[in-house]
């Protein structure tokens, strides 16, 4: 089974920085796409970022472009989010997911997904 392990959230202070790691096994396939989602309390799940792993183009959701960073290492199935100069809004679960194939844009949103992984939360104090 293809399961999704997030980690690396914490509490941060406003203009802090965290990355978040999401490792991925039980893979049979070796082109996916890998997003990240987020819920903060009292709203619905919103898209972040997400990234092919066979040619590691990315998408970022406007909210979080030019502050957040994704990568991929191929070699340990793991995508990284780069989270820089964080907001108090920023506050959120944030969960990882996957579909195979698909693209880092037009695959980037929560029904495009098909494996979710158990979330990490991410504090930033203000």
């Known amino acids: 089974d293809v399961q999704l392990q997030a980690s690396g959230g914490g509490l941060v202070q406003a203009g802090g920085s965290l990355r978040l790691s999401c490792e991925a096994s039980g893979l049979w396939f070796d082109d996916y796409v890998i997003g990240w989602f987020r819920q903060a309390p009292g709203k619905e799940r919103e898209g972040v970022s997400c990234?092919?792993?066979?040619?590691?183009?990315?998408y970022y959701y406007r909210s979080v472009k030019g502050r957040f960073a994704i990568s991929s290492d191929n070699a340990k199935n793991t995508v990284y989010l780069q989270m820089n100069s964080l907001r108090a809004e920023d506050t959120a679960i944030y969960y990882c997911a996957l579909r195979p194939k698909g693209s880092s844009q037009y695959s980037c949103y929560e029904t495009g997904m098909d494996y979710w992984g158990k979330g990490t939360q991410v504090t930033v104090s203000s």
């Open positions: 990234i092919r792993m066979s040619d590691g183009s990315a």
